[in-house]
């Protein structure tokens, strides 16, 4: 059993913009170590496409091993039309799903902030998209991401036939809600569980389980359970209606796309995936922007770093027992936003376009 390291931070920046955001907040690691004399322990590899060009394999053990006995992985992104043609177990995403599944990392937060600086950014009228705060908690290691059988196999009249399982147990979705029911008690104390329980079986157990871990432990909180595809259409009618969603991994890929987009830019959103503490207390955790490897835009230094910067933020507050500098990382970002700094993909009028590293820098003299 490999054990988790104390404070032993990953790079793996992957591919398209994922090296030029990561570095961003591998200079913000090395502020915190020189002026705040913490002690992480940086390490970096290769994952994705560009782990694949060089070794054949998109995750190599050895890379696999050092992500076990880290206590944070920081992923940029991985993926790009370069590696379209590669077989299905080789791409580029199955590193990550591979990270996901193995280090058992099964809640994903996922939250959308519209920053008050940038609610003209949404395509959504401000007032429908203002003050929004919504944390999706998706399900990341079940569901039909993994479930078997699974594969495309030769059929009758020469037919193919591809075949994916949507599954869940129990404890798996117990789990998740748990994770949520627990952020929710942090917040307002609401959450919103949606499946799809009229046509799925799996959805039907996972709406029966969720009420019933609520009204076995969590009485105080308010539940409520919603279609996915209701949820999807009340994103875009009155997002401001939801404060927790718990969902499963599928519909958890879906709807959390879709909020990014209420916040205006998939630039700023950052996410952290997390395992269970062990009874040392020790967790494992992986924490990347949502956003993806952008290929167009890659080295350009263009990109937008502040996703992964405050991916950083909730590395600081949910791996590192560090909420007063997460709290002051996510401040300097405000700050930054507030002087009018953009990158290219929030530029509107009257704000100054930055490249990627002059963000970084000039989130790192805000820290100051
Ligand atoms: C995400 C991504 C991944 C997913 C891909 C890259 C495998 O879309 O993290 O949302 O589908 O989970
Ligand atoms: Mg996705």
Known sequence: MIKVRKRKILLLSGDGIGPEVISEVRKIIEWFNKKKSLDFQIDEDLVGGCSYDKNDTPITDEVFYKALESEVIMLGAVGGPKWDNVEFAKKPERALLKLRKEL????????????????????????????LDIMIVRELTGGIYFGEPRGIKPIENGERKGINTHSYTSSEITRVARVAFELAKKRSNRVTSCEK???????????????????????????????????????????????????????????????????????????????????DGEMRAMYEPIHGSAPDIAG??????????????????????????????????????????????????????????????AIISKLQ
């Open 300 to 361: 350009k230094g263009i990109a937008n770093p502040i996703a992964t910067i405050l991916s950083f933020a909730m590395a600081l507050r949910y791996s590192l027992d560090l909420d007063k500098e997460a709290g002051s990382l996510e401040k300097a970002v405000q700050d930054v936003l507030n002087d009018g700094l953009r990158t290219k993909d929030i530029l509107s009028n009257g704000t100054k376009e930055v490249s990627t590293s002059q963000m970084g820098d």
């Open 197 to 279: 329980s009229n046509v799925m079986e799996a959805g039907l157990l996972w709406r029966e389980e969720v009420q019933s871990l609520r009204d076995k432990e969590y009485k105080e909180i308010e539940l409520s359970h919603m279609l996915a595809d209701n949820c999807a259409m009340q994103l875009l009618k009155n997002p401001k209606q939801f404060d927790v969603i718990v969902t499963d991994n599928l519909f958890g890929d879906m709807l959390s796309d879709q909020a990014s987009m209420l916040t205006g830019s998939l630039g700023l959103l950052p996410s952290a995936s997390l395992g269970a503490k062990n009874k």
């Open 104 to 131: 058992k990392l099964f809640a994903n937060l996922r939250p959308a902030i519209c920053f008050q600086q940038l609610v003209d950014a949404s395509t959504l009228k401000p007032e429908v998209v203002s003050g």
